[in-house]
């Protein structure tokens, strides 16, 4: 699809404004999760004690920033903000059943949902909006921290783990494909492929 195309398909207003209401709200799902998890950072070692704090740290970082942007550019929050939240919140719970493994497990199956979005508004962003393209890039890199810190926690060929990360990755799709009113999925039929990445079946992996 020609640049102009894409233009006329995906108005950059439109497209900017459910960007930010859709990684707004996902960050606070993410401080939610990671919130929810550390509750328990009384049975988890320290190495996982460590990786939670700095997590949650980072996406409270990440949900400011986009705020801010937000504000910047007359974007007000998603109004499922909540449910975000709260699902965040039972997403957490749930994957501390599966322990330490669970744990990371779950880290690695959002993560790598969430990388490959960004990756997709990074390339649709610029040109367009290079200001907030560079915050998602910024952002895109302790993302990428939280993913790989999450893959080398749990074994990706355990069954159970194949199970509950699918379920994870159904789940962030369909919340992500709701928040856009289905534009993640249209953007990402209409952008030009990219080499695969064995995380997100688009642009490499930093
Ligand atoms: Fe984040
Ligand atoms: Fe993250």
Avoid at 27 to 43: D, L, N, P, T
């Amino acid at each position: 699809m020609t640049d102009a195309s894409l233009d006329e398909k995906f108005p950059l207003e439109r497209m900017r404004r459910r960007i930010l209401k859709v990684n707004h709200a996902g960050e606070c799902g993410a401080i939610a999760i990671y919130g929810a998890q550390s509750w328990f950072a009384f049975v988890w070692d320290g190495e996982l004690k460590t990786f939670l704090s700095e997590a949650r740290r980072h996406e409270i970082g990440h949900r400011d920033r986009f705020r801010r942007a937000m504000r910047e550019r007359g974007v007000s929050p998603c109004p499922g903000t909540a449910l975000w939240v709260a699902g965040g919140c039972i997403l957490g719970l749930v994957s501390v059943c599966g322990g330490k493994r669970g744990v990371y497990a779950c880290t690695a199956a959002v993560e790598r949902a969430v990388h490959g979005h960004l990756d997709e508004q990074i390339e649709f962003l610029a040109g367009r909006d290079d200001a907030l393209m560079d915050v998602i890039g910024e952002i895109r890199i302790e993302e990428a921290v939280h993913m790989h810190e999450g893959e080398a926690g749990y074994n990706p060929n355990c069954q159970t783990a194949k199970g509950f990360t699918g379920f994870v990755s159904v789940v962030v799709e369909a919340l992500i494909w709701l928040a856009t009113f289905g534009d993640s999925q249209r953007l990402r039929r209409a952008l030009p492929p990219t080499e695969p990445s064995r995380c997100t079946g688009r642009g490499s992996v930093t």
